[in-house]
């Protein structure tokens, strides 16, 4: 009898804590709401659910994620943090030392990370060396993009020069095309500014600048040029720039509105998403000058309490790594895969030319974190410098009062 008792009390037990896993769940922080990033998050929320998983969705529109970063804030300050979040950069580390990331270091050695992701990619998900984020893609930020039609119809190449560059804009303009398409956000203003930039100082002033805040290189007659190239910028975008969506301003270029826009590849995953074939309707260049600004996209999982959230951050971990996966969304988000060993066959050509240059600035040393993106500095430096330039941008500042500006936000800062 007594042993009935305990079988059937330990079968109930069993039944109750079977009945109580609902499985792997993941509320999923992210700002990917674009037509091709929405089609780009499909993939991983199909993925997820293919694998039992129950996702829910938390978007928070607004490029370059701003405004989803001030979501997190409040979610987490109120004691509910999403279990998973688009999160990259040195943001993953302050994140960190404010103790409320889960550590994946399981699911990144079962599924062997070390060794089927580039090491500079690797650093950037490590927390005091646990995995603390994984990858899901590699931007590139410094590309232009330009209507081909447009181009050809008005005698114009693809600028390999700043000089080039202004000379195509001007004849645009005489002929009523908007030669730059651009949204006013702080972080698009950043965007075209820190592609400039790398253009005019080079790869190593680019990092003196941008990574290592050297007064010298942000004061220098160089970055005064830089300076002098945005006031040019501003002369070529349309007066109803500001606010504007990124992915507006990529749609300008598609309907032969404006000819030129600066973005990153995800630029890319709206033509494709509207059908564009690259090369043919539109074309891509890295914008004028030496070096690869890379942004790496990836989610870092935070503290929550409950058995179905800790295996829903394990499965989305283990999925975005997968290669197929890496496959899959990339050839959507118009970035490249985080991993090495995915076969580039199916991609087009930017971004079979995004892996080439890659490669090529990795073993030059002009290989460069974005700061405009949150890969290469904190938030309050980066805010600090993307303040000055928006302030330029946006007003009738003298670049020799700019450089200024840059060097004590930048101080101020630290
Ligand atoms: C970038 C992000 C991309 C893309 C873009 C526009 O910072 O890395 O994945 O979403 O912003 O929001």
Known sequence: ?????????????????????????????????????????????????????????????????????????ARVLSGNAPTAVQLKGPAIQEWYEEGVLADISAVAEANNWADVLPESIAGHMKCEGT?????????????????????????????????????AAAKLQAAGIIPLAHGGQAWQDATV?????????????????????????????????????????????DPNFSGRDWNLATAMVMN???????????????????GKVPGDDFLC??????????NVDSFAMFSVDGEEKRQGQDLLAKLV?????????????????????????EFDSCAVLSADDMAASSAGGSLLPSYAHGMALRGAQSGAITDVVTAHFNSDMSSADAVQQLATAVANSM
């Open 193 to 237: 500014f820190e592609a400039v930039a790398l253009g005019i100082l080079g790869a190593d002033g680019f990092r003196k600048a941008f990574v290592d805040l050297d007064k010298e290189t942000l004061t220098s007659d160089a970055m005064v040029a830089v300076f002098d190239q945005m006031r040019k910028m501003r002369g070529f975008v």
């Open 256 to 274: 032969g509105e404006a000819a030129f826009q600066i973005m990153g590849d995800w630029a890319k995953g709206e033509f494709m998403a509207a």
């Open 131 to 167: 995995w603390c984020a994984a990858p899901v893609n590699v931007h590139r930020v410094d590309w232009i993009w330009a209507n081909s039609d447009v181009l050809s119809s008005n005698g114009i190449e693809m600028p390999k020069t700043w000089d080039e560059f202004n000379a």
């Open 1 to 73: 009898m007594k042993s009935y008792l305990t079988c059937a009390a330990s079968t109930l037990a069993l039944v109750a804590s079977t009945a109580a896993f609902a499985g792997p769940e993941a509320e999923v922080l992210h700002y990917w709401t674009s037509g091709g990033e929405a089609k780009s998050v499909a993939v991983l929320q199909k993925e997820f659910a293919d694998n039992g998983g129950t996702w829910t969705d938390m978007p928070v529109a607004g490029g370059g994620g701003d405004a989803a970063m001030t979501a997190l804030r």
């Open 321 to 345: 790594v997968g290669q197929n996966f890496q496959k899959v969304f990339n050839l959507n988000k118009g970035s490249i895969p985080a991993r090495t060993d995915v076969s580039l066959d």
């Open 285 to 294: 260049m890295s914008t004028p000058g030496e070096g690869f600004l890379y």
